[in-house]
């Protein structure tokens, strides 16, 4: 689930009023691309050690 | 038999050892030889007995209150014991004084009538024996037919009756037999209905009031004519206080009160239709429960069910009540012609189900079962608009469509099979251009969901239909996602458990278990769910969306009635015309649907639609249901710690 900008469908923004903004469910993979789970983030954090 | 008429002809006359009574005797036994020696009827086949009567089968709710007999005749047999004592008494003090000296005929209670109707007033000598007689063997006594022959063959079987029976034996026979009027019979039954208690609870007001109807069922009905029925309950109390079986005091007292009968016939919810399916169920599962003594325990919650009626007949009399209002209306009792199917003034049905069983919790057929029995939730058949959506929008979830995706709701022009160009609309005649499809939901976009039935294939929503309890048809037609194709009512409103359940849906069940006259449980019925028909997340996903219906979309209007710490979700539903109108919805502890229309279709109203006028039923409904929880749990016995 995520924070959607009601006129616009599109995930909520810092400045999208509150107003506009409404909690939206998405069936697993079918969610805004930000709000997928990504296993290549997990490199973000750094290397891995062992 | 001559002979023995004879004889008991002189025996009374010389009890009472009354000239009168003598010569009375004397011309009963030669009457048939002057009319040619009319032979007693049947007196071979034994119309002395006191046969064992029919008893109606319950039908109880799931709180075990009545709400319905089902049989020709609704009885149920009691014994004179369990009666307080001025019930018989009453009887006995009106209906045949001198029944504790005859011996089944009073011979100086037929003196008496003689007389009078030499006098000119109509009036009969029939003991509560003879009564007995001729309404427990109607083939072998006919009590309509005038005849010396008749009457003889009645005097002679009650006096048969009374050398095999005790007096309390007769008089219980009596009590269990004697009509009331509507098919219902026996003390107990009229008591039950017409003043919602058992017999054994009657006041002796109450006992009077029955003890004064024998004379005329239909004319002493206390519901229609409580003002008569007063009038002959109160000479009824003079008798009883004249012959010494009360005191003038209780009397008096008893005369003061007025008539008050319950509500429903004495059921705890009006509910005929909803008995009328039970019926039907269990005699397709060969059990007769026609011929009575059966008991039959099933789903329906008299709350919820008398919820449905009352917020049913206010809201379809407030829509016919408002100005401008162009078609015939309803009027209680009017051209009453119970058994026609169809009426000409504005119908409705209601449905309640639980979602995780699917018992049904409450049902309304229609507006007036006394004059219409057909019930437009199992038997209607009609088009469910917009109601059909959320199915269309599971299928699109399913597909991997998300509810934020935006669509056109703009013009279509669709090319058919057979070549003609189909442009679905709006009811609003409106476009709202780009719309997610969350909003289009809400908004019932017709167009939108027109575009997701093509995309989709109106084979594979018609095959989630049927998945999710559908019966009916689904036309392979873009117009069938908007619900053109007609669905049973009440399938329909079992269709929405699916998203109840997350995913599951379970099938209507009105009938716990039933039960034979020997307590034995001969029939049993088992929460059915279907097999999976969505995936809990999608299923959680849509009933998201119908929440935005209720909270910002066409069904506003049950906010009115209902606090936002209820929740619910739903879909409205407006067919062609404003003809029919729906709304089906979900609570976490119903799911519940309303339709209303004309049994002809025609448009109801300019302007009306599922959120206007079928919403409010469902919205009146269901405060009243929870209104009446929060109440009895607020009164729930509590421990007193004095």
Redesign the interface.
Known sequence: MGE?D?ET??LATDITPADRRYT?????????PPLRADPWKIFAWGPIIF | MNRSIHQSEVAIAQRYNQPLCALLAGALLFIPVLLGAQEPKAVDTEPWTILPVAQASLVLARDGSLIGEIGKEIRTSVSIKSLPRYLPQAFVAVEDHRFYQHDGVDVVGIAGALKDNIFGERRGASTITQQLVGNMHPTLIDRTDRSIGRKLAEQSAAREMEKHYTKDQILEGYLNQIPFGHGWYGVESAARHYFGKSASKLTLAEAAALAAMPKGPALYDPVKYPDRVRQRRNVVLSLMAAQGYITAAQAKAAQASPIVTSPNGGYSAYSPWFVDVVRVQALREGIPVNQGGYRIYTSLDPVLQNAATSALLEETASLESQPGYAHPKYTRGAEAQAGRATTDYLQGMVVALDPTSGDVRALVGGRDYSDSRFNRAVDGSRQPGSAFKPIVYAAAIADSIPPNALFADTALAITLPNKTIYRPENSDNQFLGTISLRDALAMSRNVVAVQLGMKLGMDSIANLAHRMGLNSVIAPYPSSAIGASVVQPLDLVAVYTTFANLGTPVEPRFIYRVEDKNRKVVLSREVRALAPALDPRVTYVVRDMMRDVVERGTASSIRRYLPVSIPVAGKTGTTNDNSDVWFIGLTPDVVAGVWLGFDKPISIAPGAGGGSLAAPVFGKMLARYYAARSLAMDTAPRRDHG
């Open positions: 959607v009601r469908s599109q939206e469910y998405f069936v697993e993979g079918t969610e805004p």
